[in-house]
Each structure stands twice: as C-alpha cells, then as structure tokens.
C-alpha cells in the first residue's frame, strides 16, 4: 500500500507538470497569435497612412491636424484591439536644427500601438514609420513650441501627460502627448497663434497638475502661466514646476478640549498662480476655498495640495480663532502630511488671551510662565505658553472655571533670562486680549 501511494503521488507530480507546461504552452500560442493579429492591425494602419496625401497626414486636433483620430477600437475574431495613433513633425540634425534650419518641419514620423486585454506582460506592439513630404518643407504660419517639466529642485520629470488644446484655431488642436526622459516635449509646426494656447501637465496622482490661464481680463487675475502665444519661425519654450501633493489634516476644538463640530472656515495658500489687479496687487493662489467646513467631530482633510503656505479663517461668528499647532498660516512642504490641532474660543464665554513678546522684537515668546490672580489673591490659574507664545483662561479644569464679567485680575509673566511682569485688566463679556512684552535683563 505504501509502495502504491508513493507511485500515486509521483505519478501526479509528473501529471501536475506536464499539465502546467501545457497550460504555458497554450497561454503562449494564444498570446502569439493576438500578437501576431495586432501586428497585422498596425502594419495595415502604417499602410493606410502612407497612402495618404502628405498635407493630410495628421491627427484631429493635433499638430499636424489631419482627419485620423488618435483612438481606434477594432474587433478580431473575438478580440478587442485598441490601436492608438501619434503623429508628429521631425526635426532632423542631418540638415542642421532649428533656428539654423529655418523650416524645421523635416519630415513626419508616425506611430501605431496596438494592445489588447491578456495577463500578460507584453500586450502590445509598436510600428514605426517616417513619411518625407514631395517637395522642401516649409514653416509658414508655423513656430516650435517646447514644454519642459521638472520639480522644485530642478530636477526633469519624465513621462508628464501633456494636454495642448486651442479652440481658437480652425481646425481647432486637441492634442495630447508625453514628455519624453529630459521632462521635455519638442514640437514643431505648431501654427501661430497669440495666447490661446491652453496647456495642462499631468504625471500621476502623486503630482499636483499645473496649467495655463487665459490672459486678464478673461482671468479675474494676471495670470504668471498665461496660455501660450506661437509666433512665426520662433521658438517658444516653457517650464513647468510639479511637485508631489501633500495633505493637510485638521482638528478643531474649543479651550476646554472638546471637539466642535461643522465650524466653517476658509483656507488658501499653495502654489502662486498670479497677482490681483485692483487695488493693489495682492497673491492669487492656486487653492481658495471661502466655504469650508469640518465634521461632526471637528476634523477636516484637505484634498491633493501644492506646497506652500496655506492661511486659515473661521467664518463662523460664534467662533474666534486662539492658537494652533503647528503655528499657522502653515508652510507645507512637497509630499508632506500636516495634522494641525486649532483651538478655537466661544464669543459667549468669558476667555483672556496673553501673547508674550520679546522686547523689541517680533518673535513671541513660547514657555513663559502665566499666572493669574483673583482680586483676593487666590490663584487663579496657572500655565504657559505655546509655541505662538499665546497662554489662555480659563484652561481646561475639572469642575471648570469661570472668569467673571468686571472683576480685575493680576497676571504675572515670568522666564528665565527675562525680567518679570506683573499687569492687571477687567474681564470684558466674550473675549479679552492683550500683548505683554518681556524685558530682558
């Protein structure tokens, strides 16, 4: 018996081999024969293109414009083939490059890939083919454009999903296309146009997308990327700057540590995108938002956000705004994650808020003492301050304190290094304020 189980579990690795090397066999004579149907798709599309009249040669909303579309879905003996279609003008070295070579639009080179659904790695097969025009070329009424892409430290970024469109022109351009490993995007015979160009650069969703504008007043703003002009025989190249999105996570709680909830607010900050015009120019930036609003719980995630500072503003008139950590407006940097604590002041509760500064200086002073006394010289309550040099009362106590409307109260200010202070002020209804400066020594 046990020889005969032994011989039954050889026997099925043998079987279980032999099946596996069947199956690859199969799943390879399948995946070659698509492969070798989508040759056939992209040989016939070559083909077809070639037979063309040169000055036809072009994409619907490309550069060259032509009738081709880009995307074409064929179906072949059961199998979807999707074949996808760029043309583009060459500029040769062989007759020197632009603007030594004054009609840069040597030739046309043409590209067909055509893939198909398979688990495969390899799905898909590329043809190429250049096609020269019947005569000498010829640049009227056409420029170069050139889109260069890179991150903050001036690093190329490759593979950017460039979107080029103008709707001014007939026909009108619509063109996608990629940068290649520099980060640059080099097009020639590009028709002339002034400032109508639209262009949007896109990598992945870890990179902010980055855009033109139209010029003012069709923006409500002057634009820093303003849609691209082409002029005649010129080059016009620019860069755009990507960097990875980052995420800013806050939580918004009153004096006493409790959540409060749907607070609204406005934030803005990130990428400078241009300047207003009336009255004075001021920082358009590219995230503005005036209506925002945490959850029941009092948090809020931001979506993708560019680097940058970023100025938040309650909008709700119960609320005002004490202290966060970190300090705000907050610097966010590129592919960072900011949780931000808010602590916010009811405008119906009695609250006392000290800043301490430096003399003479700006800088606040964060770790200072603050104690506040009661008109019989109990202590009140007793703290320090944070990081923005701001300490506040009542602060969150069990049973909780309350400070009364027109009873005077000493706060006395100490650290070391600095020359002590001791001030008095009258509890106002809602919020009280005041600015202290520390002397040193």
Not at 222 to 230: A, G, M
Not at 403 to 413: A, C, E, F, K, V
Request: aromatic share 8%; hydrophobic share 35%.
């Amino acid at each position: 018996m046990i020889e005969a189980l032994v011989g039954v579990f050889l026997l099925a690795i043998l079987s279980l081999g032999i099946y596996s090397s069947y199956a690859f066999g199969l799943k390879m004579s399948v995946h070659n024969r698509l492969r070798t149907q989508a040759a056939a798709i992209a040989e016939k599309k070559i083909e077809a293109i070639r037979a063309m009249k040169y000055q036809d040669i072009g994409l619907q909303g490309g550069i060259p414009s032509g009738p081709l579309t880009a995307t074409d879905i064929e179906v072949d003996n059961g199998t979807t083939f999707t074949s996808r279609t760029s043309i583009r003008y060459i500029d040769d070295p062989l007759d020197q490059k632009f603007p030594q070579d004054t009609d840069p639009t040597d030739y046309k080179q043409v590209e067909v890939k055509v893939n198909w659904p398979t688990n495969m790695e390899d799905k898909n097969v590329i043809l190429n083919t250049l096609i020269s025009p019947p005569r000498r070329e010829s640049s009227v009424g056409t420029g170069i454009l050139m889109i260069n892409t890179v991150d903050s430290n001036g690093t190329p970024l490759s593979g950017c999903q460039v979107h080029i469109k103008n709707t001014s022109l007939v026909p009108a351009i619509d063109l996608n296309d990629e940068t290649d490993n520099n980060g640059s995007l080099s097009l020639p015979g590009v028709p002339t146009a002034s400032n109508s160009y639209e262009v949007s650069i896109y990598k992945n969703t870890d990179y902010e997308t980055v855009s033109t504008y139209p010029p003012y007043p069709t923006s409500s703003f002057n634009p820093i990327d303003v849609h691209i002009s082409i002029s005649e025989g010129q080059i016009t190249s620019k860069t755009f700057t990507l960097d990875p999105v980052s995420h800013l996570n806050l939580h918004i709680m009153d004096i006493h540590g409790a959540n409060i909830p749907n607070v609204g607010f406005s934030l803005k900050g990130g990428r400078i995108i241009g300047t207003t015009v009336e009255p004075a120019p001021q920082p358009v930036y590219f995230y503005n938002e005036p209506a925002l609003s945490c959850d029941g719980n009092g948090l809020w995630s931001s979506p993708d956000l560019g680097k940058g500072p970023y100025t938040f503003s309650i909008t709700n008139p119960t609320y005002e705004f004490i202290t966060s950590n970190p300090t705000a407006p907050w610097s966010v940097a590129s592919g960072s994650n900011i949780e931000a604590n808010i602590i916010m002041g009811s405008k119906t509760e009695n609250i006392f808020v000290v800043t301490v500064y430096e003399q003479g200086e700006e800088a606040t002073i964060p770790g200072a003492t603050v104690r506040l006394t009661d008109p019989q010289g109990v202590i009140f309550q007793e703290t320090t301050t944070d990081i923005n040099g701001i300490a506040y009362f009542p602060q969150n106590e069990n049973p909780p304190k309350v400070l009364q409307t027109g009873t005077n109260y000493t706060i006395d200010i100490s650290k070391e290094g600095y020359t002590p202070i001791q001030d008095r002020f009258t509890v106002l209804n809602g919020i009280n304020r005041t600015r202290e400066v520390l002397l040193v020594p």
